[in-house]
């Protein structure tokens, strides 16, 4: 069973982290930021805390795991600001002062007594934030992309693996709460950040963290959702249900934002009439 669940986690964070870096190379780094707040690192680390202690527990794990999301955004704002300012090691610099900040405000988390409300305010709040603070960072696309082997490849899968095996383990030693906390850890997005950063450039890896914030509410919704259902329907139907609602806000955004677009569209063709 431990072999399995071994080789599980390794294909899943394989398939996740490959497929965000493709996806920023193949569309844009704009469609990889908001598609790395679905609900990837967080819905694996939620369902094996579930299969391997509890429903229950990772019900309870998911609330903190929202609170948690305040720590994960505060990591991608202090990885952007390291990496305007540091030149020499820059990701390696960057990295460091992003984890260091995130399990600053992880720890300063745990000091709040949490409840539902609490859990969903703060997150939404701080996802407003940062939205509004990297309002001034520009949408780049990736021009010319690097070509793929099997290196390249298994570099990618590795920083995924190493970071959800590592995550996932944590309920073995700490309670619910930490492990919630813990949880929310960007074990997708950071990886992400790492391969695109030192493929491209700043610049590219700015563009999937400005992006970042507005992905981050499907997760939101996500953990909220497995609070609820998990304890209702088990692991199994409530993974099902908790990923259609977090689905379900990224094609309402995608819908939204057409609409605004295309309605900027056709405001600038009347002026240029004019």
Known sequence: ??????????????????????????????????????????????????????????AKSAVYNMIGLTAALSFVYIYYIASKYFVKLNILLSSLSAILGYFVIV????????????????????????????????????????????????????????????????????????????????????????????????????????NVPIGMFSLIIYSLTVSIVYPLFGIYLGTLVSFGTATLYLLVYSKIKSLINNRKRVVELKKGTH
């Open 1 to 58: 069973m431990t072999e399995l669940l071994f080789l599980i986690k390794l294909a899943v964070a394989i398939v996740f982290v490959i497929g965000l870096s493709l996806l920023a190379e193949n569309v844009s780094p704009k469609v990889a930021g908001i598609l790395s707040g679905y609900p990837t690192g967080s819905a694996i680390t939620l369902f094996f805390f579930g299969l391997e202690v509890s429903p229950d527990y990772a």
């Open 107 to 210: 720890w300063l988390l745990h000091l709040i007594e949490i409840n539902i409300f609490l859990a969903i305010a703060i997150p939404i709040a701080f996802a407003l934030l940062y939205i509004y603070l990297f309002r001034e960072i520009k949408n780049i696309t990736i021009e010319t992309k690097a070509k793929l082997n099997f290196k390249i490849l298994f570099v990618r899968a590795f920083f995924a693996a190493l970071i959800i095996l590592l995550i996932t383990s944590v309920p073995k030693f700490v309670g619910p709460n930490w492990a919630g906390l813990f949880s929310a850890f960007p074990t997708t997005l950071f990886p992400l950040m790492l391969i695109i950063h030192y493929t491209y450039s700043k610049e590219h890896v700015h563009t999937v963290i400005k």
